[in-house]
């Protein structure tokens, strides 16, 4: 379909063909999303709308299976349709080619959504082995196993118990619960694209960062410059800047920007959680954005320095304790889940020692993440040794490391929570 | 890229070397599980008693206790699932088989996998779990340390041969029961219990830790069914095998008990008594018995070897009444 739009798209010149192609192709491909993804969920929200004024309505919702990873490479290809479109890329008749772009294995099944600008022309060209990039990408793929296999998949035991016992456990659990999932969803997520851009790497592919040390982020807007970085500058592409952007009144500013949220906070589920997390975040985003101050920590924490400010540390402590906060929606199964475990948070004691298997066990890995993320802050990964003095023999040490912790401390296979959207 | 492949494969030389090692030893390794299979094949022409159940029914029933010929093989936390493959796997060797002591507790309904102790019963005695898939037991063949016990488990199996070899000179296969395993104590016809009585866990707080993990299980298990059914099952082989089957729940301390969910506690005793109606077998409930004091418990849902002596005479005495009314019969 965007296939065929982008070959229709060159073969136009008529300004009014073109942008009913473009159209057609946005319709058809958000069309084949709604349909496997947020079918059911419009169709159970009619019905329930309804059923509050006391009409019964019965009606059949698909029992369709959601094919994986179906929300990034329609991105991925929509952002094809939309650059040719623009006339920033030349739409391609290579079949292999384009189709290759959008269902790159290593991408396919949860990102990062690479623009076909930069991704599809790699496609064209002869690539040869380098030696440097493969090894790179060795270690990038190392670093995401650690962070999904040690960290995520730890982390998930623990907070799939909390979540789902939250009730009959203390505050000082739940909070440590909510954290847990901050960095199970980092680790998961973050894990995943390292492994994904590491073996792009290995096989000659340069692709985009995904994640930016996003839990370093001073404030929201900061954190949501950092954080799947290829879904977010997506949306300010092809949604945000379309919409009038920054320009405009501030009232159409603010309004562009919970329109992204909202958009973004669905395009993660058909359910009502992930929509509530974007209002949330959108929320956040309106006191930077009434102040104006939302584009003032553009570099990254502490440049050129090994520790951060006092006021720096507060800021980052701040960021993270809200971006936690809106986590929970995110992982509850219902918005009345996320209050009542909100509530238990501040109904019950917060000064007793947290309840569960042994979770202290988790942390030594979490320090380690921090530490080494801290120390690369400005690099591409955690492993990223380029323009360091690092002897050989050392390197090989810190891998063998890795790999041992790994072994030794994998949890429990867990699907990539990304898999799902 | 020759550059690549030959330093990719230095580097992978010192793993590959280190788990093959691993490998090695852990197939050589014996363990509780091994133990109890070989022993019971060794004794399979003795055998007239087995003990089913998990680590209630293996540290608190002493196989000494009783007059005819009795095996411990229960382990633990062995499921019914567990308990069925086995006796069945050995059935064909035990010619002599005359009864079989199902241990039912607490928690025995609702869950068939052992966790990650149902790779240790396909070590030892060949039993797989319908839940894993072939590729699993093939992988868990080729490398027990990656795919089998786990790295860790590995390890600790080298870091306790090690320790003990350091320490006493000898290997000990404790490695299930952990702490409160008299060192000297060595595995008698399938039985290795608890010495002395720990105080420090007798607290209310030990006791819902304790129990809550269960309940956890308990909760999310939708299992039942199909655990009832798989247990019916065995006892009609049993029963057509002319063997008797007896369903006992192990004593655990009564201020412990009090702690349990009292509709798990019905709930089990209502599916017992429907199995005990339809096969016309007996169950002996020691849950809440009187006959048991503090000090026979190690630790509140298990016996030591003072409490697993008691029980055996109890059982036996049982057994002792049933023999003399069919001898009197004939």
């Not at chain 1, 496609?123 to 040690?150: C, H, M, N, P, S």
Request: aromatic letters at 16%; hydrophobic letters at 45%; one cysteine or more.
């Amino acid at each position: 379909m965007n296939y065929v739009a982008g070959i229709l798209l060159s073969s136009t010149e008529k300004q009014k063909n073109r942008k009913f192609i473009l159209a057609l192709s946005c319709i058809l491909s958000l069309g084949l999303l709604g349909v496997f993804k947020y079918f059911n969920f419009f169709v159970d929200n009619f019905i329930n709308s309804f059923a509050l004024i006391g009409i019964r309505l019965e009606a059949r919702t698909l029992n369709i299976i959601l094919p994986v990873g179906i929300s990034f490479y329609t991105f991925k290809a929509l952002s094809y349709t939309i650059d040719v479109y623009r006339r920033k890329l030349e739409s391609t008749k290579d079949a292999v080619a384009f189709f290759s772009f959008v269902g790159f294995f290593p991408q396919l099944l949860a990102g990062p959504i690479d623009r076909a600008t930069t991704l599809l022309p790699q496609f064209y060209t002869k690539r040869t082995f380098e030696y440097g990039k493969a090894v790179d990408g060795l270690r990038q793929i190392l670093w995401g196993f650690f962070k999904k296999v040690v960290i995520a998949d730890n982390c998930a035991i623990y907070v799939n118990q909390i979540f789902a016992n939250y009730e009959t456990l203390p505050a000082s659990t739940l909070v440590l619960g909510a954290v847990y999932f901050s960095f199970q969803i980092y680790c998961d997520f973050s894990g995943y694209s390292d492994i994904s851009i590491g073996t792009a790497r290995l096989l000659g592919f340069g692709s985009m960062k995904n994640f930016s040390v996003p839990y370093f982020s001073r404030d929201i807007a900061e954190f949501w410059r950092r954080w799947h970085i290829s879904l977010t500058s997506w949306f300010r592409d092809y949604l945000y800047i379309p919409l009038g952007g920054n320009r405009g009144t501030k009232y159409q500013v603010i309004r562009n920007t919970f329109i992204v949220f909202l958009v973004c906070g669905f395009w993660h589920g058909a359910n009502w959680t992930f929509i509530f997390w974007g209002i949330i975040n959108a929320l956040y985003f309106l006191p930077l954005l009434l102040l104006g101050t939302n584009r003032k920590n553009l570099d990254a924490v502490a440049h050129n320095k090994i520790l951060p400010t006092v006021k720096e540390v507060m800021q980052i402590l701040s960021t993270f304790a809200f971006t936690t906060l809106a986590w929970i929606f995110f992982r509850a199964e219902s918005i009345g889940h996320a209050f009542s475990y909100i509530g238990h948070i501040f109904a019950n004691s917060l000064i007793s020692a947290p309840e569960g298997s042994d979770p202290e066990k988790i942390l030594p890995f979490v320090l380690i993440l921090i530490i080494v993320e801290w120390a690369q802050r400005d690099k591409e990964h955690g492993l990223d040794f380029s323009k360091m003095n690092i002897p050989s023999f050392a390197k090989i040490m810190i891998y063998y490391a890795l790999l041992t912790i790994i072994i030794l401390f994998y949890a429990s296979q867990q699907t990539f929570l990304y898999f799902q959207f | 890229m020759n550059k690549f492949i030959y330093r990719t494969f230095l580097f992978s030389l010192i793993p590959l070397i280190i788990i093959l090692s691993l490998d090695f030893f852990a197939r050589n390794q014996s363990s509780l599980y091994k133990e109890k299979h070989e022993g019971a094949l060794k004794n399979k022409d003795f055998i007239e008693i087995i003990i089913l159940g998990n680590s209630h029914a293996h540290t608190g029933v002493d196989p000494r206790g009783f007059d005819l010929f009795t095996y411990n093989l229960a382990n633990v936390a062995q499921s019914l699932y567990f308990d069925k493959r086995i006796t069945l796997s050995l059935l064909p060797h035990l010619k002599k088989l005359k009864y079989v002591f199902i241990s039912i507790d607490y928690h025995s309904l609702y869950s068939s996998s052992q966790g990650i102790r149902d790779i240790w019963s396909y070590y030892a005695h060949g039993v797989k779990h319908n839940r894993y898939d072939e590729s699993k037991y093939l992988l868990a063949d080729i490398s027990p340390t990656l795919f089998g016990y786990t790295p860790k488990v590995v390890l600790s199996f080298l870091k306790k041969k090690i320790v003990n070899r350091l320490k006493y000179g000898k290997d000990v296969i404790d490695f299930d029961v952990g702490t409160g395993v008299n060192i000297k104590d060595t595995i008698v016809n399938g039985f290795i219990s608890f010495d002395g009585h720990r105080k420090s866990v007798f607290t209310p707080e030990r006791y819902k830790k304790r129990i809550h993990a269960f309940d956890e299980g308990i909760q999310t298990s939708d299992e039942k069914d199909e655990v009832l059914e798989d247990l019916n099952d065995f006892l009609e082989i049993l029963l057509n095998n002319n063997i008797t089957p007896i369903l006992f729940t192990a004593p655990t301390y009564r201020e412990y008990n009090k702690y349990l969910e009292e509709s798990v506690v019905n709930n089990n005793e209502r599916e017992i008594v429907k199995l005990c109606e339809k096969y016309n077998i007996k169950y002996l409930n020691f849950m809440n018995s009187d006959l048991f004091e503090k000090e026979d418990f190690y630790n509140a849902d298990h016996l030591n070897k003072q409490g697993a002596k008691k029980l055996a005479k109890i059982m036996n005495s049982f057994i002792i009444d049933i023999e003399n009314r069919s001898s009197k019969l004939q």
